[in-house]
């Protein structure tokens, strides 16, 4: 039987990058142009602007890379000096062209733009009202429900008030940058699962998923947005309000975003990722270091993790006592070359395709690996394609034994809010132990880091971050799963009706 579980992993994602900005007098749309570029990683499937002009809308949404889709004349015909921007992350198979964002509409309310990254979980519900109500779709994604039920709200009420009606009524993880004619808000679900950012630039404003991308700007970054926050930024670009219009007892974080997804050099939620990182190293050396001639990690996602590891093991042994004077440890040496033209693998859609890619990326360094016993370092296991290539090219390289260290516990659930993981047919540890995981990809050992470590290195409770994938109990509503809320998560007006009105 299909469960609406099954519905929303098959369904319409955003796995993507939202930015917006408001200028004091400039034209926005080479900064949006820019501060995409930083978001890159986060999206490759489309990337759009969307800028306004005092009077009209400007628009251009194209397929690829960000690069790309832009040309000279494109920016120059994004005329205004605030606007919004998006890059949408990859899925298997093709792209839906309808969904690809910035989405832009004009109704009796006034123009709208709207960038999302995350999802939510009762976008065909409110949809069906809408619909009901004689509002006509022309997509099948989850940001054009926002859009319709904001521009509806907009008609009878101020922009607080409607964005607050409409945040009571979408359910699920959401990030949002929306231009409402010429003001760019920032709005992020009360649970904050997806980041979102602030920060200040020489003449504006600058709201966007990571902060790498404020640097881009050679702005600072002020803070991130709340759990339940609305941002609206001054259209002049001369400051922002601030409006906490849903209050819940604990977030739910995304540690994924830490652990893998987040560039390096942001910040999120409070934390640099790159320390978090080389910190979840540090502890996956404290429970399962094991010694070995070198240990090296996968580039890139496994170099943070593998750094903090080799730290950790120059001070104590693996069994946890302190190093003699002549002892180093663990050397830490790159073993393994990436060709960086090579896109990442799960763009892929085929098992096969992906098992070539691995090889098309990767080969390793046969003097750092031959005769010796090598502990390679990723940040995660998900199908098991990239360690069961890799435990075979070292071993073939020369490696005597081969131990894998995993800087995230086993993923054993999908993602239903915003990570393009895998289905759960398709993901190694859902149905298999470590032991048989470690006999599937051959290596001699393969430990993962506990949950407890992971929010230890994020510097928060468990309570406070969607473990979804990990724990297979999510913060949000998904049919067919569980909801942690009945496990740990006290929440208080988790319905979100707007209290006061
Ligand atoms: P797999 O080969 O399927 O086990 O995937 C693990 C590798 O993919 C690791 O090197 C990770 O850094 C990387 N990875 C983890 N999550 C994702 C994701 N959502 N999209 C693309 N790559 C990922």
Request: charged share 30%; with cysteine.
């Amino acid at each position: 039987m299909e469960s609406r579980g099954d519905q929303v992993a098959e369904g319409p994602r955003e796995k993507c990058g939202v930015v917006g900005v408001t200028l004091e007098d400039r034209a926005a749309a080479r900064p949006l142009y820019y501060a995409l570029y930083a978001l890159q990683h986060r999206g490759q499937e489309s990337a759009g602007i969307v800028t306004h002009d005092g009077f009209q809308q400007h628009s251009h949404v194209e397929r690829g890379l960000v690069g790309d889709a832009f040309e000279e004349g494109d920016l120059e015909s994004l005329t205004g000096s605030t606007g919004i921007g998006h890059v949408r992350y990859p899925t298997a198979g093709s792209l839906d062209e309808s969904c690809a964002q910035p989405f832009s509409v004009s109704f009796k309310s006034g123009s709208l733009g709207l960038s999302h990254n995350g999802n939510l979980v009762n976008a065909a519900e409110v949809r069906e009202e809408l619909a009901e109500l004689g509002h006509a779709f022309t997509s099948d994604g989850d940001t054009e429900v926002i859009a319709h039920d904001l521009a509806r709200n907009l008609l009878e009420e101020d922009l607080v008030r409607a964005v607050k009606h409409t945040m009571g009524r979408i359910h699920g993880s959401y990030s949002l940058t929306i231009m409402h004619d010429d003001t760019v808000l920032g709005v992020r679900d009360p649970k904050g699962n997806r980041p979102l950012c602030i920060g200040k630039l020489e003449d504006g404003y600058v709201l966007a998923s990571e902060s790498a991308a404020i640097d881009t700007l050679d702005g600072e970054l002020v803070r991130d947005v709340r759990p339940g926050e609305l941002v609206v930024l001054n259209p002049d670009g001369t400051g922002f309000d601030s409006y906490d219009l849903i209050e819940e007892e604990n977030s739910a974080h995304c540690f994924f975003e830490h652990v893998y997804f987040a560039r390096p050099d942001s910040v999120i939620d409070e934390e640099l990722v790159y320390e978090v990182r080389r910190n979840l190293g540090r502890k996956l050396w404290e429970e399962a270091g094991v010694e070995t001639d070198v240990v090296m990690p996968v580039p890139d996602s496994g170099r943070a993790f593998a750094s903090g590891y080799a730290d950790a093991a120059g001070e104590t042994t693996a069994d946890g006592e302190p190093r003699g004077q002549d002892d180093d440890g663990v050397e830490f040496a790159e073993g393994l070359m990436k060709n960086r033209y090579v896109g990442r693998t799960f763009i892929m859609p085929t098992q096969d395709e992906r098992e070539r890619a691995v090889r098309l990326k990767l080969n390793p360094i046969k003097s750092t690996v031959e005769g010796k016993s090598v502990t390679i370092i990723d940040d995660s296991i998900v199908r098991g394609t990239t360690s069961n290539q890799l435990v075979k090219l070292v071993k073939d390289a020369g490696a005597e034994e081969v131990h894998m260290r995993i800087g995230a516990p086993q993923i054993i659930a999908p993602c239903y809010f915003g990570i393009d993981m895998a289905t759960r047919e398709e993901l190694i540890a859902a149905d298999k132990t470590t032991e048989e995981i470690r006999q599937h990809i051959d290596a001699d050992s393969l430990s993962y880091l506990s949950i407890d470590a992971v929010a230890d290195a994020l510097d928060s409770s468990r309570a406070d971050l969607c473990l979804g994938c990990v724990t297979g109990e999510y913060p949000f509503d998904v049919d067919g799963e569980a909801t942690d809320r009945d496990v740990q998560r006290p929440v208080v007006g988790s319905d979100a009706t707007p209290a006061d009105d």
